[in-house]
């Protein structure tokens, strides 16, 4: 049996790292598929979200994990999470309440299109 406080050897074993021992999250809305964020896990965030249903991350800017709402109240309930096929992605199917970005907005890439066609 597994430590409560460590990721399975299982999950563990699968997941391909960064150098900074990190792998992408892709925060999408579980009912509408819409993608709400990119964020970054350790081993512990991905056991903390897994074991209590909460989305928690790693900064890297301020080099500690946060769980999504904690001190917005906007928050992401955890419906289900998947391992890319590579192992150095995660995606997060949640409820989200309130605005995703952290500048207030429905998800990070609203308002943030970039333009299409010819390259200069």
């Known amino acids: 049996m597994e430590s409560p406080s460590k990721l399975s050897t299982d999950i563990s074993g699968r997941l391909k790292r960064d150098a900074h021992g990190l792998v992408a999250a892709v925060v999408q809305e579980h009912d509408t598929g819409e993608v709400l964020m990119l964020a970054w896990m350790n081993d512990e965030a991905l056991h903390r979200t897994l074991s209590t249903g909460r989305a928690t991350y790693f900064s890297r800017s301020r080099q500690r994990l946060w769980v999504k709402g904690e001190t917005s109240g906007n928050t992401q309930r955890v419906m289900s999470v998947a391992l890319d096929c590579d192992g150095d992605a995660v995606l997060l199917r949640v409820r989200q309440t309130g605005p ?17 066609g010819e390259e200069s």
């Open 100 to 116: 995703a970005c952290h500048t207030g907005t429905r998800t990070c890439f609203t308002g943030r299109e970039l333009p299409l």
